[in-house]
């Protein structure tokens, strides 16, 4: 399987900030990588899709890139609504596997 | 609209069998490029893909788990059924279905239900 490494594990931003976290791949997906959002008892929430492109109706201060192992999710403007967990998923080859996730909250 | 709601039991005992429902709207599971899976997370823990059936009825499983899942669909009623067999407190989780969208190359878990939460306790 291939394993999704997700950094950091929590991030403690302030409202306004730029926020970055990284997802690496244990072998080349190429861009076979999606980022979502996911917020306590809600249904997780597509924000990424094949590395850098932006779901449709999804703001445009999230923003991803990379390619291979090495991949980014970058906020450019933390919104107070922003809060939630965070997690990339590869769909390379199946299984499909996922990052443990990058919980972000506000300082 | 897009929705998938999953149901079944909140509290399954150890050795029990576990069934779970997706009941899909706003989409139909034969349209070309469409897909159903089913995801867990345990408490605490990473998201884990567990089987997924296509438009086609192709179905996928773990290999982990392959020997304890059965995937399924009805079209008639807009469902996905999975089984479990064999349950443990180990398997105490969240579990989710999702509609996943391939086109062009891409692949998009792009709606998801909200989650059941199982849990494996006598």
């Known amino acids: 399987d291939i394993q999704m490494t997700q950094s950091p594990s929590s991030l403690s931003a302030s409202i306004g900030d730029r926020v970055t976290l990284t997802c690496q791949a244990s072998?080349?997906?190429?861009?076979?990588l999606n980022w979502y959002q996911h917020k306590p008892g809600k249904a997780p929430k597509l924000l990424i899709y094949?590395?850098?492109n932006l779901e449709i109706g999804v703001p445009s201060r999230f923003s991803g890139s990379g390619s291979g192992t090495d991949f980014t999710f970058t906020i450019t403007s933390l919104q107070p609504e922003d809060i939630a967990t965070y997690f990339c998923?590869?769909?390379?080859?199946?299984?499909?596997?996922f990052g443990q996730g990058t919980k972000l909250e506000i300082k | 609209q897009v929705t998938l709601r999953e149901s079944g039991p909140a509290l399954v005992k150890p050795t029990q069998t576990l069934t779970l429902t997706c009941t899909l709207s706003?989409?139909?599971?034969?349209?070309?490029?469409?897909?159903v899976n089913w995801i867990r997370q345990p408490p605490g823990k990473a998201l884990e893909w567990l089987a997924g059936?296509?438009?086609?009825?192709?179905?996928h499983y773990s290999m982990s788990l392959k020997t304890r899942l059965t995937i399924s669909r009805d079209t008639s009623k807009n469902r996905v059924d999975l089984i479990m067999t064999n349950m443990d407190p180990v398997d105490t989780a969240t579990y989710f279905c999702?509609?996943?969208?391939?086109?062009?190359?891409?692949?998009?878990?792009?709606?998801w239900g909200q989650g059941i939460l199982v849990t494996v306790s006598s």
């Open positions: 999702t509609r996943e969208h391939r086109d062009n190359g891409w692949s998009k878990l792009d709606y």
């Open positions: 706003g989409f139909s599971l034969t349209t070309d490029g469409m897909s």
């Open positions: 059936i296509e438009w086609d009825d192709t179905k």
């Open positions: 072998r080349d997906i190429t861009t076979y």
């Open positions: 094949d590395a850098s």
């Open positions: 998923q590869q769909y390379e080859i199946l299984p499909y596997t």
